[in-house]
T-cell receptor, first 113, second 112 residues
Framework: DAGVIQSPRHEVTEMGQEVTLRCKPI?????LFWYRQTMMRGLELLIY????????DSGMPEDRFSAKMPNASFSTLKIQPSEPRDSAVYFC???????????FGNGTRLTVT | GENVEQHPSTLSVQEGDSAVIKCTYS??????FPWYKQELGKRPQLIID?????GEKKDQRIAVTLNKTAKHFSLHITETQPEDSAVYFC???????????FGDGTTLTVKP
């Protein structure tokens, strides 16, 4: 298996622009997670899905963030409008059945100027 | 919700020495405790995990111990090597929630 695939690897955008991050989980995994990593706040869980259904989005910072999982092999995290404080590495992770352990993608490094 | 505290935040050891990283958790219902290693610029990767029905687990130079009563678990690395240098994260989760709460990480530096 190719593992969890994220795109793009790097994204540089200007404040106010829309940003879309993409994730393809490992085939057969039931859970998909979006994490954000910064030096100040560490690894933060933003949202997770089980069988394509959002289960807990309490970590989503504000209404500017949204996530979808239209099918078992694809998810997006969208930020609109983006702000400089959104700059971080965003990781997608997937897991099988009861959610353990996590398999992380290589991350998307987002820079908002 | 669950709270995971991890100590120390940084750890420097000489090659060949042992390293110990400790974590405490708050939710007694947590029953799965993984450890992830993240090298600079890379993704976190699982190195070892333990479930609440086990007190200790070992994999070559790496071991994890769990004390459910005290709600803490530890990572032990013996005979450290420079390639062990990385950030290590502990995490805790419960039931079928699939939601892991991470510690803040420990930056381990192994000096040759």
């Amino acid at each position: 298996d190719a593992g969890v695939i994220q795109s793009p690897r790097h994204e540089v955008t200007e404040m106010g622009q829309e940003v879309t991050l993409r994730c393809k989980p490992i085939s057969g995994h039931d859970y998909l997670f979006w994490y954000r990593q910064t030096m100040m706040r560490g690894l933060e869980l933003l949202i997770y899905f089980n069988n394509n259904v959002p289960i807990d989005d309490s970590g989503m910072p504000e209404d500017r963030f949204s996530a979808k999982m239209p099918n078992a092999s694809f998810s997006t995290l969208k930020i609109q409008p983006s702000e400089p404080r959104d700059s971080a590495v965003y990781f997608c992770a997937s897991s099988f059945r009861d959610g353990r352990p996590l398999h992380f993608g290589n991350g998307t490094r987002l820079t908002v100027t | 919700g669950e709270n995971v505290e991890q100590h120390p935040s940084t750890l420097s050891v000489q090659e060949g020495d042992s390293a110990v990283i400790k974590c405490t958790y708050s939710d007694s219902a947590s029953n799965y405790f993984p450890w992830y290693k993240q090298e600079l610029g890379k993704r976190p990767q699982l190195i070892i995990d333990i479930r609440s029905n086990v007190g200790e687990k070992k994999d070559q130079r790496i071991a994890v111990t769990l004390n459910k009563t005290a709600k803490h678990f530890s990572l032990h690395i013996t005979e450290t090597q420079p390639e062990d240098s990385a950030v290590y994260f502990c995490a805790a989760s419960k039931g079928n929630a699939g939601k892991s709460t991470f510690g803040d990480g420990t930056t381990l530096t192994v000096k040759p």
